[in-house]
């Protein structure tokens, strides 16, 4: 009876040094929506960042000998939720979060880091953006304590608009987005930088609309097909793009789509083959970039997790990054790695990438593809079991998308 | 039975109430120091008088309402323009004081949205908000100079230099404080207009509006009246989020925003005061405590509401209530045994569901599919959901809890019903 | 001419399925009182049963049953919940379906996923009807057009013609003497429930794989089949008929319309100052948001709606 408690006794003091060393582990907070109606993109990204930390840092040695990981916090889509969010991460001893769907949560984080590190410099905390895309954030509104690692709204119309100024075909454009800051966003550098490199193409339409309320879109195919358009510019994403697309295929709309979005979590289930050679995306990576090791990556990934297939080239690129500037570093203080990520260049799989110090926008290639029947060739794999997956259109070098910036920097 | 009991101690008994209920919304942030259950007070206690705002409405006016969140938000952007506005010309008494700029914002919006939707109540009433309601959350995207597009209107509530007793706003802590200022002033407020003849009013308007009319009142103005002053409030709490996040963004004013406050304010209980402020403080913990820890919280949520609409419709604050009366008749000794004895089976039954929808979460919803025999990380156990122990217990821990429940909840409710017959003076 | 004639097929189209939604909603709202929050669930849970099945066995299985497992599903919902909470009031049933309507989604997302699922039109419905100048209009629309006209001849034929539908019509208007006449109104109500829900799975059948079927589609299509309700006038199917029909067209020929909101002040003689945020808006971004604005308007003007026999 002694000897078994006296066992026991042990058992537990070994959990708990074993859970003392766990505890030496490098944590990064994953803030976005877990529950609710963007809970599919949220748990993506959040299975994605799991995987990364695993096979490309952890497995690789981790940071400085220690583990690195990634935990979710419900901010349930909410820029007051992610706050307190955010409060519950650093309670908890978090110093580096990350966030990416919608500019809205992420500015209220940016904004409740500043204040944060301003309140207790002892206790900063670093902010890791995958995915926010509004400009501003890296322009008006840059911080020092903000990282972005996807391209925002300006450098990818310049990388779209780079590519429709050689492409002679388009003559008409019609432009349709979402009626918020991001749909504004993308009609008004179409708009701005097509004046600039085809002067001679003509904007025959224009519309916006509210924001997830439309079913039917075949009233903004008519419109689009009445204006003769040749190409569509949409920054639409999720069911608003989906349906955009099937509403042109039944009503036989022979235009090509420019999307931001139409590449991943459950748009190209949702399009099918109504967005056959039709839809044209701008995107960092996509399944037929060829690669070294993230075709078995992906494969890995998708056979894990049925139902979620992997799409986020960057948040692979973001974790492999804030590894090798802590372990560049030595240090996981917030201010070490700010200071290492900051104009770090860095090989990642789609190419080499930039961490440009005077804003903290991360430059990246990026390439336009199209959505094409797979061929085994040049479409090898499909893109979510459709049987359809994105043909490489044109490559741009992480430097024919930078654009300048207004950021003006406060340094700690 | 209480009639005897002369006003005065009432009075005092009230007294006593209030100024415990302010002396431990003083006292929980020493208990409580962390930053997160700091911000979770903070957000309780603007969900406190937005309640009580909504239930000047629907507990009182009868006025069932699918846009309230409209007054909030107008409150929430207006005092955040207004913070910005001053900006450092303010000082930490202007920045006090801008809860009472989103009231007026509120009230003003009351004036102008309430004047088409009070005139008729019922049905109409609600399916008017609901339109008014989608209306404003739809141009809240549409017009980006006042309601900031997807990033919102951000602040910064330390303004100018010097402090006011000492408070610059800035530590969370102090937040906290001018929250609890604000929302024991406006709950005492709320409070007072239920003792006042438009309270009255109110209610009669609620329960009967053919004979409130024959003896003379305008119902139409009651409800009218009722809205704005609602309005004023939410409007105050809406200022009150604005500073506290110190960023607004259009989802203050969105129907998800009007349906958790009208959660809360049903579950807490619709006929009583004080069953708002139970309702806030519980969904809102509800959300953001039990959402932190676990996926399925939506279910959770979703199943305990559904529990209270067909056992309790008359929210968490009548099932107080009923103990009360219990206490003040001398039975509620009577119960506590039963209550003791269905404790447990009922325990029980939760333990095997919880376990039920917890591995059916892990395994349809969870960490993505290992090995055959890996094990999955369930309520901090390592569980193989593959085989078929698991959830052989946590089904017969069900089923034991079901008939357990069952067995011993018939004897609970046959007693219960019995004290009920005494209370009501059938027995003694 | 081209536009005028697309668009007006295109109203018609979307009309009729905001008809199929509506139907079901308004025989339940004017015969119990119910607000059924929880009818946009039902149509989902139409669109994913027929997702299911139509992976095991095909579409035209999927087609009759699913709408029927829907039904099924919705007169548990009266039996079990509805009946209890009824007695408790009005509000307490519509916050019921309220709940329900939470937890349909959560179960969806449960069981089906977060995303969105592969519910295809099935080929031989896939292709195009007629080209009309150069717009070609696809059979599966035809298709739709044809469910929801024979839906709403079957509901006609329904509640005119048989003896059930002669005491639902009673039922709807004068629930205690059909009560006395010794017809079991609790039973009735549960029929009426469930047809109407099924009417609501039937939609989601054939609306799943028109649109999409994701977990949000309960709640996108939610609030506008109160309008149409609403808009219609309370009880009157008619009224949906008529309401379901102006809503599509209002919001197809909304959106084909390039003037802008100082054009329409214009013509009333009012003008706004150029450059103001509401002066820069376009009727076809108002287009969503129109129907509301006619909601609150006829609740202004005509609360009975524009065929409904009494108020509220």
């Not at chain 1, 099937?246 to 991943?264: E, I, P, Q, S, V």
């Amino acid at each position: 009876m002694k000897n078994t408690l006296l066992q026991r006794l042990a058992l537990v003091a070994g959990t708990l040094l074993i859970g003392g060393s766990a505890f030496a582990q490098v944590k990064i907070a994953y803030i976005d929506p877990l529950s609710g109606p963007f809970a599919n993109v949220g748990e993506a990204g959040l299975k994605g960042f799991k995987e990364a930390a695993d096979i490309l840092v952890n497995q690789k040695g981790g940071i400085m000998g220690q583990k690195l990981e990634f935990v979710g916090f419900d901010n349930k889509g909410s820029p007051q939720e992610s706050q307190i969010q955010l409060k519950a991460a650093i309670d908890q001893g978090f110093r580096f979060i990350t966030q990416g769907n919608g500019s809205g949560a992420a500015h209220s984080l940016i904004d409740a880091v500043n204040k944060w590190n301003a309140r207790n410099p002892d206790k900063t905390v670093l902010f890791f953006n995958y995915a926010a895309v509004d400009p501003t954030l890296t322009n008006e509104q840059c911080s020092f304590w903000h990282f972005r690692f996807d391209a925002n709204t300006e450098m990818k119309m310049e990388a779209i608009t780079n590519f429709m100024e050689k492409d002679k075909k388009i003559k008409k454009v019609f432009i349709i987005g979402q009626d918020y800051a991001h749909g504004h966003q993308v009609a008004k550098y179409t708009k701005e930088m097509l004046a600039k490199k085809r002067p001679d193409v003509k904007i025959v339409g224009e519309d916006l609309h509210p924001i997830g309320r439309v079913k039917d879109f075949a009233p903004y195919i008519a419109k689009i097909k009445a204006s003769g358009a040749d190409t569509v510019m949409t920054g639409n994403w999720g069911n608003d793009l989906s349906l955009l697309v099937k509403a042109a295929k039944d009503a036989g709309l022979k235009a090509r789509f420019f999307t931001y979005y139409a590449g991943g979590l459950g748009t190209p289930q949702a399009m099918g083959a109504s967005g056959e050679d039709k839809v044209l995306q701008l995107t960092e990576w996509h399944s037929n970039v060829p690669t070294k090791s993230t075709e078995k990556f992906e494969a890995d990934f998708n056979k894990k997790y049925p139902g979620i297939y992997f799409y986020y080239m960057r948040v692979n690129t973001m974790t492999e990054m804030v590894a090798k500037a802590m372990n560049t570093a030595k240090s996981t203080d917030p201010k070490a790695v700010a200071l290492a990520l900051e104009d770090m260049r860095f090989p990642a799989e789609n190419g080499e990438v930039w961490m440009r110090k005077s804003d903290h926008q991360l430059m990246q290639p990026l390439f336009i593809s199209v959505f094409s029947k797979k061929d085994g060739k040049a479409v090898k794999h499909d893109s979510e079991g459709t049987g359809f997956g994105w043909k490489t259109l044109a490559s741009v070098s992480q430097r024919d998308s930078q654009m300048p910036t207004s950021c003006i920097m406060e340094r700690p | 039975m209480n009639s005897h009991v002369p006003q005065a101690v009432f009075r005092r008994g009230r007294l006593l109430l209030w100024g415990a209920c302010l002396a431990l919304a003083v006292a929980l942030p020493l208990v409580f120091k962390s930053g997160f259950m700091l911000s979770l007070l903070c957000q309780i206690g603007i969900m406190v008088v937005f309640a009580l705002s909504y239930n000047m409405l629907l507990g009182q006016t009868g006025l069932l309402s699918f846009g309230h969140a409209v007054y909030f938000g107008m409150g929430a952007f207006i005092s955040m323009h207004t913070l910005n506005m001053i900006g450092k010309d303010g000082g930490p008494l202007v920045v006090a004081l801008l809860p009472l700029v989103g009231g007026l914002a509120g009230l003003l919006a009351g004036v102008v949205l309430g004047w088409v939707t009070t005139k008729k109540a019922g049905t109409t009433f609600a399916m008017i908000s609901l339109g008014i309601g989608e209306l404003v959350a739809a141009c809240a995207l549409m017009f980006p100079g006042l309601f900031g597009g997807e990033g919102g209107v951000s602040g910064n509530r330390v303004v100018g230099k010097g402090s006011l007793l000492g408070f610059t706003w800035g530590p969370q802590v102090e937040m906290y404080g001018l929250i609890v200022a604000w929302a024991f002033v406006a709950t005492v407020a709320m409070f007072a207009l239920t003792q006042t003849p438009l309270g009255r009013m109110a209610n009669a308007v609620r329960d009967n509006p053919e004979r409130a009319e024959f003896v003379g009142y305008d119902t139409q103005r009651v409800r009218y009246l009722m809205l704005i002053l609602s309005g004023l409030f939410a409007g105050v709490a809406g200022g009150l989020t604005a500073l506290n996040y110190e960023i607004v963004t259009a989802e203050t004013l969105n129907a998800h925003t009007s349906g958790v406050v009208l959660l809360m304010t049903f579950v807490g209980g619709i006929g009583f005061f004080y069953g708002p402020i139970i309702g806030a403080i519980l969904v809102t913990v509800m959300q953001i405590v039990i959402g932190g820890m676990t996926q399925a919280w939506l279910l959770y949520f979703g199943l305990f509401f559904l529990f209270m609409v067909l056992m309790a419709p008359g929210g968490i604050a009548s099932v107080i209530a009923m103990q009360r009366n219990l206490w003040q008749a001398g039975l509620f000794r009577r119960m506590v045994p039963h209550y003791l004895a269905v404790a447990l089976p009922i325990l029980v039954l939760l333990a095997g569901l919880v376990g039920l929808i917890e591995m059916t979460y892990a395994l349809l919803a969870g960490e993505g599919v290992g090995a055959g025999d890996t094990a999955t990380k369930v309520m901090g156990m390592q569980l193989q959901l593959s085989s078929m122990e698991p959830w052989a217990i946590a089904l017969a821990t069900t089923a034991v809890g079901v008939a357990l429940t069952r067995w011993i909840g018939g004897r609970t409710s046959a007693a219960w019903n019995e004290t009920l017959a005494t209370l009501h003076g059938d027995r003694t | 001419m081209e536009f005028v004639v697309i668009s007006l097929l295109n109203g018609i189209t979307y009309g009729l399925l905001l008809f199929m939604l509506s139907s079901g909603l308004t025989l339940i709202f004017s015969m119990m009182g119910i607000l059924n929050f929880a009818h946009a669930s039902f149509y989902m849970l139409g669109a994913y049963f027929a997702y299911q099945i139509s992976a095991w066995l095909g579409f035209w299985p999927g087609l009759l049953v699913a709408p029927l497992l829907v039904g099924a599903v919705g007169a548990v919902v009266e039996r079990y919940g509805l009946r209890r909470a009824h007695r408790f009031g009005h509000v307490a049933e519509l916050l019921f379906t309220f709940g329900l309507a939470f937890l349909v989604e959560e179960v969806v997302h449960l069981v089906w996923g977060t995303s969105s699922v592969d519910y295809k039109i099935p080929a031989e419905l896939d292709g195009t009807l007629f080209t009309l100048f150069s717009t070609d209009f696809p059979i599966y629309k035809g298709f739709m057009m044809l469910i929801s006209v024979g839906m709403l001849v079957a509901l006609y034929a329904l509640l005119t013609r048989t003896r059930i539908g002669l005491i639902i019509q009673a039922a709807l208007t004068k629930p205690d003497m059909v009560e006395a006449l010794g017809h079991n109104v609790p039973r009735i109500f549960m029929l009426v429930f469930g047809g109407g829900t099924a009417l609501a799975g039937l939609a989601g059948v054939i609306g799943g794989n028109a649109f999409i079927t994701e977990p949000g589609m309960a709640a996108a299509v939610g609030s506008i089949v109160f309008v149409v309700v609403v808009v219609g006038g309370l009880g009157s199917l008619g009224g949906a008929f008529v309401a379901s029909l102006l809503i599509g067209c209002i919001q197809t020929f909304s959106i084909g319309l390039t003037i802008s909101v100082t054009d329409v002040f214009a013509l009333i003689g009012v003008t706004l100052p150029a450059g103001s945020q509401v002066a820069r808006l376009t009727i076809t971004q108002l287009a969503p948001v129109l129907p509301y604005m006619l909601m609150v308007a006829i609740l202004i003007f005509r609360p009975r709606g524009l065929m409904g026999a009494r108020e509220s």
